[in-house]
C-alpha cells in the first residue's frame, strides 16, 4: 500500500503565499509523476501542476508564473509553492501519485486526503 499525507492549506489573504507538502510512503518502487490537483465548489477536479522524476514540470495555464512545483525524490515529496494567490484559487487541493510498487512492480495511483486552500479578505 501506498499513502500521501497533505499539509499547508489555511486561510490566505488575495496576494499571499503558502506552500503546500505531500509525503509519499509504502511500497514505493518509483513515483512518477506526483503532482497537486484541485476541485473547487461546483467545478470538476483539474490539474495544477505535476513533476516527474528528472524535473520535468507541467502547470496548469491559470497558475503558470504564480505556482511552483517541486520534488524531493529521496523524500517522495513533492511541494506547491503557490504565490500571488486569487480567490479563485480557493479549493481542495489534492496530491496526487502514480508509480510502481516494490518487488510486484506493479502499478498504483493514490490520492491524498485533500487540503483546504482559502482565498479571502
Known amino acids: 500500500q501506498v499513502q500521501l499525507v497533505e499539509s499547508g492549506g489555511g486561510l490566505v489573504q488575495p496576494g499571499g503565499s503558502l506552500r503546500l507538502s505531500c509525503a509519499a510512503s509504502?511500497?514505493?518502487?518509483?513515483?512518477?509523476?506526483m503532482g497537486w490537483y484541485r476541485q473547487a465548489p461546483g467545478k470538476e477536479r483539474e490539474l495544477v501542476a505535476d513533476?516527474?522524476?528528472?524535473?520535468?514540470?507541467n502547470y496548469a495555464d491559470s497558475v503558470k508564473g504564480r505556482f511552483t512545483i517541486s520534488r524531493d525524490n529521496a523524500k517522495n515529496t513533492v511541494y506547491l509553492q503557490m504565490n500571488s494567490l486569487k480567490p479563485e484559487d480557493t479549493a481542495v487541493y489534492y496530491c496526487?501519485?502514480?508509480?510502481?510498487?516494490?518487488?510486484?512492480?506493479?502499478?498504483?495511483?493514490?490520492w491524498g486526503q485533500g487540503t483546504l486552500v482559502t482565498v479571502s479578505s
Open positions: 496526487n501519485a502514480r508509480g510502481r510498487h516494490t518487488t510486484t512492480y506493479r502499478y498504483f495511483e493514490v
Open positions: 509504502g511500497s514505493i518502487f518509483s513515483i512518477n509523476p
Open positions: 513533476i516527474a522524476t528528472g524535473g520535468r514540470t
